[in-house]
């Protein structure tokens, strides 16, 4: 089943890429930081929503990994 019909598999791929987003900023801002706009800005504004939201980013990240590891 792909990504876009389970919604579990949906939240997953996002919280990997907003993870993913923020830890390559973080090693190397101008790869991200050169995109603002376009298909790639998806990559600066989940960086972004990762940097400013970490608490919540974490706390996703350790809920679906729970449910993961239950179901």
């Known amino acids: 089943m792909s ?12 919280l990997l890429l ?3 987003s923020t830890y390559v900023r973080a090693v190397a801002p101008r790869l991200i930081d050169s ?7 998806i990559f600066f504004m989940s960086a ?4 400013r939201l970490s608490p ?3 706390l996703a990240c350790v809920a679906m990994a729970i ?4 179901t």
């Open 18 to 20: 907003i993870c993913t």
């Open 48 to 51: 972004r929503i990762g940097e």
């Open 67 to 70: 449910r993961i590891l239950v």
């Open 3 to 14: 990504a876009l019909f389970n919604f579990q598999s949906l939240l997953l791929v996002i």
């Open 56 to 58: 919540y980013v974490a």
């Open 35 to 41: 995109n603002k706009e376009g298909f790639l800005g």
